[in-house]
């Protein structure tokens, strides 16, 4: 599904943000990119989603390569969910949604109403403006966008971000039913329990170069201290007679 081989990637002379990157993504696979602000995640995502153009290496999707590429055909199968909402403040949850569906095909789209009913969107809020909306609420909205075409590839940067516990439990559990059907799943976080719940192998990025890939259980084996602490609760049974 992805091919990322030698990937460099420079912001100008003095400031290379990615140092030949390699990495493969299998198809239904949910594949986490991990790590700290500034290490070069976001970078990436922009060059596999083709919005940060002018990269070093080689980097397919769907078996083509992303440079080659031109036609609307080919992004109608990615789905993105950015770390920052891109709603229009001013349009409701639909008519942002239905702004968004006009760019695909009729016979690719979800129903935009049950897509956020899904994501327990309050449908007191379905026609109010974006502007009225809390960071959780926006955060599905943005979920339901990237969702709404039936994405063969999705790209999530931070998709638990804003959101309360159950609604992060349900992001994962959405995600989960995503890989079910099929769709392939690049998670860009640095949340460290939803890579190891939802992925199924991880690449660590520091100071743009990858330090680590491989799957959750096979880096905490390596990296633990393979010690085990066990706190004892003394308890006096006392029989009844």
């Known amino acids: 599904m992805i091919e990322v081989k030698d990937l460099t990637f420079s912001y100008g002379k003095d400031k290379q943000a990615l140092h030949s990157?390699?990495?493969?993504?299998?198809?239904?696979?949910?594949?986490?990119?991990?790590?700290?602000?500034?290490?070069?995640?976001?970078?990436?995502?922009?060059?596999?989603?083709?919005?940060?153009?002018?990269?070093?290496?080689?980097?397919?999707?769907?078996?083509?390569?992303?440079?080659?590429?031109?036609?609307?055909?080919?992004?109608?199968?990615?789905?993105?969910?950015?770390?920052?909402?891109?709603l229009y403040s001013n349009l409701s949850a639909i008519d942002n949604l239905k702004y968004f569906s006009s760019f695909y095909p009729k016979e690719q789209l979800r129903d935009a109403e049950e897509l956020l009913d899904e994501l327990e969107f309050k449908r007191d809020f379905l026609k109010k403006p974006v502007s009225s909306y809390s960071k959780g609420m926006r955060q599905r909205v943005s979920m339901a966008r990237a969702l709404i075409s039936n994405p063969q590839l999705l790209f999530l940067d931070e998709p638990t971000s804003g959101l309360d516990p159950s609604g992060a439990v349900l992001f994962r559990n959405i995600i989960e039913e995503e890989r079910k059907k099929g769709t392939t799943v690049f998670l860009t976080t640095h949340n460290m329990v939803d890579a190891d719940l939802l992925c199924d192998r991880v690449a660590f990025i520091s100071n743009g170069a990858i330090v680590a890939l491989d799957t959750p259980k096979k880096l905490k084996e390596q990296n633990s201290s393979q010690q085990v602490i066990i706190d004892y609760l003394n308890q006096i049974a006392h029989a009844v007679q």
């Open 21 to 86: 990157l390699n990495f493969s993504v299998s198809d239904g696979e949910i594949f986490g990119f991990l790590g700290p602000n500034g290490s070069g995640k976001s970078t990436t995502q922009k060059i596999l989603t083709g919005i940060l153009k002018g990269h070093g290496g080689y980097v397919s999707l769907f078996g083509q390569e992303i440079q080659t590429v031109h036609t609307k055909e080919f992004f109608q199968k990615i789905g993105v969910l950015f770390e920052f909402p891109y």
